[in-house]
Nanobody
Framework: VQLQASGGGVVQAGDTLRLSCAVS????????TGWFRRAPGKEREGVAC????????HYSESVKGRFAVSSDKTLNTVYLEMNSLKPEDTAVYYC???????????????????WGQGTQVTVSS
């Protein structure tokens, strides 16, 4: 399974940005796709995840109500729409795939088997 994240950029606080994660290869082996981020000097943080078969989602408290994760099965692409962006959202964002969807535990990085390269999101104040 290969993942390709894109859509990062430099925006101002309050703006909206949508990230895309194209999933290819043996996609039938992976059900869950998660979004993670790593800010400078901080550990990797789980942001959101989705079950691509059921559409179930889970978010971290820091982004709940502002970010939305969705999946397009026909395109094998998962999106992360980020609204009301804040400077503290600045980070490198990664998407990852797991064979199983773990629900409320689904944004734990260690549960994911396949990782894409990151895309930089910078939010200026």
């Amino acid at each position: 399974v290969q993942l390709q994240a894109s859509g990062g950029g430099v925006v101002q606080a309050g703006d909206t940005l949508r990230l895309s994660c194209a999933v290819s290869g043996r996609t039938f082996r992976s059900d869950a796709t998660g979004w993670f981020r790593r800010a400078p000097g901080k550990e990797r943080e789980g942001v959101a995840c989705i079950s691509r078969s059921e559409g179930s989602t889970h978010y971290s408290e820091s982004v709940k109500g502002r970010f939305a994760v969705s999946s397009d099965k026909t395109l094998n692409t998962v999106y992360l729409e980020m609204n009301s962006l804040k400077p503290e959202d600045t980070a490198v964002y990664y998407c990852a795939a797991s064979n199983y969807y773990y629900g409320d535990f689904g944004i734990v990085p260690g549960l994911y088997d396949y990782w894409g390269q990151g895309t930089q999101v910078t939010v200026s104040s």
